[in-house]
């Protein structure tokens, strides 16, 4: 039997109304502000799409865009500005920035109570101690989607594969939040030996490494739980001609073949990344209110 679709886009709506009471209780609309110092077109793209869900729930988007060619200490002295800006609640940088710039220490410079998304040290370091009020926004999302599925994870082999300091790590912190009903996570990487080995035994299977297929439905354990977090463009042909597919990081029609839920790419934690944005900028908004 084919596994059942965890689609993302009731769980962002759920989201979204909580976003909105938030903001009803607030005497102004939240503000985010977006830092752009790119030509890139799919960056220009992806902040049409979060000023469009900001405006679904009431919250302000102004988009600054810098030069392409700005250095890292420009782009810091312009956050900083941000930072003082009492209008502004919620911040983030967009990617790619430019050559040479470090993206990681750029973000450091953003107030840790206008991080929109949640990738502060600061905010980070939280979720070792459970709160989650500025959780990453992906991490948030396989969490919800996990939520949403009713999923018992108490002492369930739960496979990571991905440790970035965005998605990866952060996801298996929040897995680990129940001192007594934790799962029994493990995490796999680029210098795993024997991916297959892990995955093919989780009940509970997460995949954020950024590579198309790189989990085969022969990977996957019969009636396992799968969020597929990557995005991949990938060029396939069809009908003759060569288009650009939307894929994850599992081969889909393989492995929902064996598993019990999985998330489609796309429309599975996509949308409820985007809504963890909404949130985690309504909740910067209150901790500075």
Known sequence: MSAELLKGEPVAERMKDEVKSQIDA????????????????????YAKSQEKACAEVGIEYELHELDSDASEEEIEGYIQDLNADSDVNGIILLMPVPDGVNARKVQQTIDPTKDAEGVHPTNIGKLFYGDFSLAPC?????????DEADVDLGGKETVVVGHS?????PTMTMLLKSEMNSPTVTCCHIATKDLAFHTSRAEVLIVAAGKAGLVGGDMVKDGAVVIDVGIN????EEDGESKTKVVGDVD???A???????????????P?????LLLNTARCARMQS
């Not at 300091?165 to 790590?169: D, F, T």
């Open 272 to 276: 409820v990344t985007t809504a963890g």
């Open 165 to 169: 300091e965005i998605v990866g790590k």
């Open 138 to 146: 992906t991490p948030r999302a396989v969490i919800e989607l996990l």
């Open 256 to 270: 929902k073949e064996k598993a019990f839920i999985i998330t489609p790419v796309p429309g599975g934690v996509g």
């Open 252 to 254: 889909t029609d393989a």
């Open 233 to 236: 463009r990938v060029k396939v």
């Open 26 to 45: 607030l005497s102004s609309p939240p503000h985010l502000a977006a830092v752009l110092a790119s030509d890139n077109p799919g960056a220009k793209y």
